[in-house]
Structure formats: C-alpha cells, structure tokens
C-alpha cells in the first residue's frame, strides 16, 4: 500500500481551476490512483480513477507522469460546492482503502 | 443514493448501553469496510470483510464487535463504549479493494 502525501489546505476562488498535486513515491506496478471528495458529515464519494497519463470524466481531470510517482487532480471552474476534503489513495487488488489527512479545499466567492 | 444503507443515521447511548450500527449493501460486492471519523480527523480502517471473512482489524478496541452474516450485511456491536468513542461511524463495500469503494451515508455516535 503506497504511502501518498498531499497539501493539507488550498484555498481557491469560484470560477478558476484547481490543481492538487499527490506524491506517491513507492508507488507499486499494480497499483491504481483514485481520488475520493468527502462533505462534512458524509462518507467519501469516487471522483476519479488512473493507472498511467490522463483520465477524464464529467467532474475531473487526473494527470499521471510516466513515472508514475505523483498525480495532479484536476478541478475545473470549481464553485462553492466544491469545498471538501480531497483524498488520494494508490493501492492494489485485494488491499484495502486507507486513507489519509486529506486536502481541504475551500473555495471563496 | 450509493446503493450502501447504514442504519440508524444518529444514535445517542449511555456507556452500560448496548447498541448496533447496521450497513446493507446490494451491489454485489464482495467486501465491506467500517471506518470511523472523529472530529476533523482523517478516516480510521476499523474492520474489512472479503467474502464474509474478517481479513483486518486494525488493533481495535474489543468492545467494538463486527459480524458479516453474508456479503450483503456487516453489523457493529457497541457494548460499553467511552464518550471518545463518539464519532461518525462509516460503512463502505467494493468489488476487489481497488475500484470504487461505495460509503453508506454513516451513522453519528454520542456517547454520553
């Protein structure tokens, strides 16, 4: 289970892209990259998930470097209800979702 | 909606009390996960069930009890429990441990 290490906070404004980078230097062959968002009071939700190079779907981009040591969440246009926690996890088959401080988000009017 | 219910949404027990927190899944998953969250604190692994098997307890206090009676159901015996044990109490079941994990909504505990 590959340990990840992220910002604690960022602080963004309403209308602009944000960028939260994840570091994950022993990260395995099998291993996979998933973002998870978590409101107040509510269990984690899936934004976003990669192996290698870029992914996107509706909500989120995720950027992976060949090297695979890091990754970039990629949020855009964010609006108010865009403030959460922000987890990165890299793990395998058969291992389980550990997770870690987060990245608090807050976005500003 | 995740398709992952966790029942009751708040519970309030006295430390002699005896209580269960109860999560229903049916997504076919064959594992499910409870985590607790205290106050702003990141999640803690409790428990993981793979195939109704307990396959991690991550060196948690005895008067927390799970029981997995199928792949559908996974309960969380409180007996006795201590007010720093008031947290919000999260169930999650996956596939394989590496796709998406589903949480249930959770269930907010005060021990009073």
């Known amino acids: 289970l590959a340990k990840t290490t992220q910002p604690i906070s960022m602080d963004s404004y309403e209308g602009q892209e944000v960028n939260i980078t994840c570091s994950h230097n022993n990260i395995a062959t099998n291993d996979y990259i998933t973002w998870y968002q978590q409101f107040p009071s509510q269990g984690p939700r899936f934004i976003i998930q990669?192996?290698?190079t870029k992914v996107t779907n509706e909500v989120a981009s995720l950027f992976i470097p060949a090297d695979r040591k890091s990754s970039t969440l990629s949020l855009p246009r964010v609006s108010l209800s865009d403030t959460a926690v922000y987890y990165c996890?890299?793990?395998?088959?058969?291992?389980?979702?550990?997770f870690g401080p987060g990245t608090r988000l807050s976005v500003l009017p | 909606e995740t398709g992952v219910t966790q029942t009751p949404r708040h519970l309030v027990m006295g430390m002699t009390n005896k209580k269960s927190l109860k999560c229903e899944q049916h997504l076919g998953h064959n594992a499910m996960y409870w985590y607790k969250q205290s106050a702003k604190k990141p999640l803690e692994l409790m428990f993981v069930y793979s195939l109704e098997e307990r396959v991690e307890n991550n060196s948690v206090p005895s008067r927390f009890s799970p029981e997995c009676p199928n792949s559908s159901h996974l309960f969380l015996h409180l007996h006795t429990l201590q007010p720093e044990d008031s947290a919000l109490y999260l169930c999650?079941?996956?596939?394989?441990?590496?796709?998406?994990?589903?949480f249930g909504q959770g269930t907010r505990l005060t021990v009073v």
């Open positions: 999650a079941s996956s596939q394989d441990g590496v796709t998406e994990a589903f």
């Open positions: 990669g192996y290698k």
């Open positions: 996890l890299a793990n395998g088959y058969g291992q389980n979702f550990v």
